[in-house]
């Protein structure tokens, strides 16, 4: 019994350590782009050096409200130590509503709704922590298609994300 409990302990030991290189990680990505602000962010890991990130971005306002879901491929890169930088592509979709409830019934106009699709780049820095915790600064443009979310059809974000590895 007590050698089965090592070895289990042991090949438990062993997943916590082999899955150290790989972290997945969970927070927040904080930017500006387009009013969505905080983003919830997931990052899932395929190799040391292939990722994917997927973050929800809304905003709940008295007039304006807004869903963004981004999802990015990435590559990582190991500048030292726990310093990383990376790359990828992506896109997403998202939907939005403007209701302007401070202007009178009978003026015509002034509510609208649409959905949209877009194709984003990525290209940031992070640093991994030795506690679970990683923080990273990136840039991501963004070109969207559809419903005039946007009048130039153009979104530069950069963003201040905070992340749980686990």
Do not use: C, H
């Not at 972290?23 to 500006?32: K, P, T």
Request: glycine letters at 12%; charged letters at 25%.
């Amino acid at each position: 019994m007590k050698r089965l409990f090592l070895i289990a302990v042991a090949l438990v030991g062993f997943g916590f350590s082999a899955k150290a290189q790989e972290a997945n990680a969970i927070g927040l990505r904080l930017g500006d782009n387009d009013g969505f602000g905080a983003e919830v962010s997931y990052q899932r890991f395929f190799s040391s050096s292939n990722r994917l990130e997927l973050d929800l971005g809304w905003r709940d306002s008295d007039n304006y409200d807004a869903i963004k879901l981004t999802g990015l491929y990435q590559w990582v890169w190991n500048i030292e130590g726990g310093f990383n930088w990376y790359a990828g592509v992506g896109g997403g979709l998202g939907s939005w509503e403007y209701d302007n409830d401070n202007v009178p019934d009978f003026v015509d106009g002034d509510d609208d709704s649409g959905t949209f699709l877009f194709i984003a780049g990525d290209i940031g820095i992070e640093y991994n922590f030795d506690i679970p915790l990683q923080l990273a600064l990136d840039f991501r443009p963004e070109i969207y298609f559809g419903d005039d979310f946007r009048e130039d059809d153009f979104g530069p974000d950069l963003a201040l994300a905070i992340r749980y590895r686990f």
